[in-house]
């Protein structure tokens, strides 16, 4: 039976409308705190929600390539359920750091930790599967 792969793909799209949203965040703040593009710097509110964008953007080309391939080698709604955990992670990094940059820490580490529970899983099952002769 083809695996459909449909709770990730739910997942990507919730990934990114909240990176989405995460952009709005910046474009508004560059009129709260009057900073013009393309400056990114000058109010400390502004730069904390920037480098919530940026920091998410850093971790979407490892996030993503590892949430698929850890469904596809094992399985769609597990790899689902960890997305989730990322989402959690990062929407609580967002809230967190947009305060205080001391109230990352939480959201980034249940972030990190996902990402790596999807990336090394996946890596793990390719590895054992080539090990097993398939291709």
């Not at 590892?66 to 955990?85: C, E």
């Amino acid at each position: 039976m083809m695996q459909t792969h449909t709770l990730v793909a739910i997942v990507t799209i919730l990934a990114l409308l909240l990176y989405f949203v995460m952009s709005l965040r910046v474009g508004q703040a560059r009129s709260k705190y009057n900073v013009p593009a393309p400056a990114i710097s000058g109010n400390p509110d502004f730069e904390r929600l920037f480098r919530v964008q940026a920091n998410t953007l850093e971790w979407l080309p490892i996030f993503l390539p590892s949430l698929w391939l850890f469904a596809f080698y094992w399985n769609d709604a597990v790899a689902a359920g960890v997305g989730i955990v990322w989402i959690i992670g990062r929407y609580l990094y967002m809230t967190g750091y947009s305060k205080e940059a001391g109230a990352r820490s939480a959201g980034f580490g249940i972030q990190a930790l996902a990402t790596g529970v999807l990336m090394f899983g996946a890596l793990g099952k390719m590895i054992w599967v080539l090990i097993q002769g398939g291709t």
